[in-house]
């Protein structure tokens, strides 16, 4: 066994991170950070990662494993996909892959199909009135008083 020296010391110069490296290196870190937004359909969610996995596995020297993609999977669920971990931490071999995504797919399905349809276009809150006789304040003008003060004639 060669006899370790410090750096700069008779040791040959580091080699400088490659393009690649940094590439893969950025990859990793968006993969970490990665999380489905509630826009986001799943498959456009799963194809991101898939995407950048495949980056990684190309151009580094650590690919990324089959349960590190699940893991990242399942890590940028938003809350309503829970039901998804629960039923995953309850078995005792944990789920490859396709059967993951195949999970996430049908609750997908089924959180798009019990959510709220709208017929229409939103309303819109339109501005208050500048009119003096639809306002709800009682300020003796307008509509609203009542047979008092009609003068004379009222009774």
């Known amino acids: 066994m060669a006899p370790k020296t410090e750096k700069g010391k008779g ?3 580091e080699p400088s991170p490659s393009l690649s490296d940094a ?3 950025m990859f990793r870190e968006e993969l970490k950070n990665i ?3 509630e826009s986001d359909d799943v498959n456009v969610y799963i194809a991101d990662i898939g995407s950048k996995i495949a980056m990684i596995n190309a151009l580094g020297d650590d690919p990324v494993s089959p349960q590190a993609e699940v893991q990242v999977i399942l890590n ?3 809350p309503e996909y829970d039901e998804i971990l629960s039923e995953i931490a309850g078995r005792q071999n944990p789920p490859d892959i396709s059967e993951v995504i195949s999970m996430v797919l049908n609750l997908e ?3 798009r199909a019990n959510a709220p349809r709208l017929s229409g276009p939103l309303p819109v809150d ?3 009135s500048t009119s003096p ?4 304040v009682d300020d003796g003008a307008g ?7 009609r003068g004379r004639w009222s009774r």
Do not use: M, Q
């Not at 006789?133 to 709800?136: G, L, R, S, T, V």
């Not at 509509?143 to 003060?149: D, K, P």
């Open 109 to 111: 399905i089924t959180i």
């Open 23 to 25: 590439v893969v290196k």
């Open 133 to 136: 006789h639809y306002d709800n």
């Open 11 to 13: 040791s040959a110069p």
């Open 126 to 128: 339109e501005p208050p």
């Open 35 to 37: 999380k489905k937004r």
């Open 143 to 149: 509509r609203g008083r009542g047979r008092a003060g």
């Open 76 to 78: 940028g669920l938003p």
